[in-house]
Each structure stands twice: as C-alpha cells, then as structure tokens.
DNA sequence: AGCCAGGGTCTGC
DNA sequence: GCAGACCATGGC
C-alpha cells in the first residue's frame, strides 16, 4: 500500500481487496452512506469521512489529514490484515470460491464496540434499510452535532437513564428498552467492552449476553463488527440458509478460526445468489469462447 | 392482508 | 433443553 497527501486529502494506491460497495454496503455497518457519485460518506470515532474509490486498488479521501488515516482509518478498514493470504485459504473451498469470485473486495471492518453492541440490539428481528433509518434517527437525537454536519454516534451516557418513551422518536419499538439496559451497564462500568477483545471467546459471549436483547447472533456481531474477533461467527437467517444448502455437513476446515471474515463472504453471497449465478454464468460463456 | 426482516424473551412443558 | 406466542415497525 502506498499512502501520499494530495490536494487536501490522503490517496491510497496499491490497496488490496476493498471495494467500497462490497464493504460499506453489505450490512456490517450502517452510518456510511452512498452519494450520487458513487462516493461514501460516514463518520467513525466523532470524525467524518469522505472517501472515493478511483480505482480497482486506488482510494481518495477527501479531507482526511494523515494524522487522521493513521489514527483512524488504516485500523478501520482492517489495513494491517492481509486478506489475500486468507483468501488464498478460503480458495480450497467451492462455495467459498464462488463468493470470492462475486465480492472480491469486502474487508471486516473494525468498528467501535458501542456502537456495534447499540446497532446490532437495532437489528434484531428488522432490515437493513430500517436498522439504517432507526440508527440515523439515534444518532440525530442523541449524537453531538459535529462543525462540518452530522453526529457523533450517541455515547452511553447520553441515554443514560432516560425512558423507553424519551426513545420514542427513534422507533426502535420493543428495541429501545434493550439500548437502555445496554448503556447503563456500560455507563455503570458492569460491562466494559474493551476487555472483550482479550477474553475468551466463549466467557465474552456470556458476558455479553447478559445485556437484554442481546442472544447468540447479536452477541457474535458485536464480538465480530466490534472488537474484531473474527473466531466469532453470527448466524442469522440468511446464514442459516447457507449451511443449510452448502454445509449441511459443517462449515470447511479452511474457513477455521478465521470463520467471521469467511462469514461476511457467505452472507454477502447468499443474500445476491441470484446476481451471483447470473455473473457465474456470464463468466462462463466469455470462457468458453 | 399477510409475510418477512442480520432475534430475543418469556412461559410452559 | 425446546417449542411457541409475542414483541414494534415498515416495505412489499
């Protein structure tokens, strides 16, 4: 990877396996949001990003000091893990293969523990486009306005005490007791998050688990999207739908102990089979020619 | 109108 | 331990 300042922002050039549409719109996060241009606009730890994919390994983001892309970013986008090692292990599996031919370019981002715990309460039982709308919602009521426009994603004591009927512009519906409970554990210190990233995995998720609304699934995205345990593995419909038809027999040794970067593949691939076979087959007549 | 969505809780067996 | 009702909301 190669990383220069260039006219008010940070080019990156010789990035590999990251593509913007694979990895901010593929349901591991849901504060990026897609311009006109193809462009993406988030806001991670109370900062803003603006970032473009120029090509296929090149990125611009616009107003980014490099201070910020070392402080924020490069952690962010996972930059220091070599996903095509991982995926050149993932190869020794069809199903695998397959969704790697589809979505080459998604990364596991490492998002913020608190945010991932309040998002992934948000998603129970709902869709994307909705978990998207609530979360926009939370951050508007609750976040710190920032200079340039946008919020800051609520901290726990912003809600802290407050009552399902303060949430209630949210619309959660039965979800806003849950980030309740949520904040004050973690503003009471009952749960600190950041001791998750060491403990093992199965005391984490008990721990976890204990936050109301919070279950199995949940639990192993916050562990995944949150403190990047990617042993965690979150099984939700679609994914069930993948074992199901692809695994009945388990998941491959190859995808083992690296299961939930595997797992955003999978989903990924399921959630488009349609698409997906459709470009497989596309692939094959140009082949065959 | 009824079903589904990146599920979990609570109750009853 | 496991099944089933129930939970808010919105799109299709």
């Given at each position: 990877m190669n990383i220069q300042q260039h006219r008010g922002g940070i080019l990156l050039s010789e990035v590999s396996c990251l593509n913007l549409d694979e990895t901010l719109d593929c349901?591991?996060?849901?504060?990026?949001?897609?311009?006109?241009?193809?462009?993406?606009?988030?806001?991670v730890r109370?900062?803003?990003?603006?970032?473009?994919?120029?090509?296929?390994?090149?990125?611009?983001?616009?107003?980014?000091?490099?201070?910020?892309?070392?402080?924020?970013?490069?952690?962010?986008?996972?930059?220091?893990?070599?996903?095509?090692?991982?995926?050149?292990?993932?190869?020794e599996d069809e199903t695998m293969r397959r969704a790697l031919r589809y979505a080459p370019g998604i990364r596991v981002l490492r998002q913020e523990p608190w945010e991932a715990l309040c998002?992934?309460?948000?998603?129970?039982?709902?869709?994307?486009?909705?978990?998207?709308?609530i979360v926009a919602r939370f951050c508007e009521a609750f976040g710190t306005p920032l200079p340039g426009g946008g919020y800051a994603f609520p901290t726990p004591d912003s809600i802290y005490g407050k009552t399902p009927e303060d949430l209630s512009v949210l619309r959660a519906g039965f979800r806003a007791k849950y980030l309740l409970d949520a904040a004050n554990r973690v503003y009471t210190g009952q749960l600190v998050l950041e001791d998750l990233?060491?403990?093992?995995?199965?005391?984490?998720?008990?721990?976890?688990?204990?936050?109301?609304?919070?279950?199995?699934k949940v639990c192993d995205c916050v562990l995944l999207y949150g403190l990047h345990r990617i042993d965690a593995f979150p099984v939700?419909?679609?994914?069930?739908?993948?074992?199901?038809?692809?695994?009945?027999?388990?998941?491959?040794?190859?995808?083992?102990?690296?299961?939930g970067i595997a797992q955003q593949y999978l989903f990924h691939y399921i959630r488009h089979l349609e698409q997906a076979q459709r470009k497989e087959d596309a692939l094959c007549e140009v082949t065959a020619m």
């Open positions: 349901g591991q996060c849901f504060r990026f949001e897609r311009q006109d241009d193809g462009s993406y606009k988030g806001i109370a900062t803003p990003l603006h970032i473009h994919q120029l090509g296929e390994n090149t990125f611009f983001l616009e107003g980014t000091t490099q201070e910020e892309f070392e402080t924020i970013w490069y952690d962010y986008f996972d930059l220091s893990l070599d996903y095509e090692q991982l995926k050149k292990r993932y190869q998002t992934f309460i948000i998603s129970q039982n709902n869709n994307i486009p909705r978990i998207k709308g990233y060491t403990m093992p995995i199965e005391e984490a998720r008990r721990v976890l688990q204990t936050v109301k609304g919070v279950g199995p939700d419909v679609w994914i069930k739908r993948v074992l199901e038809r692809f695994y009945p027999q388990g998941i491959p040794a190859c995808i083992q102990g690296t299961q």
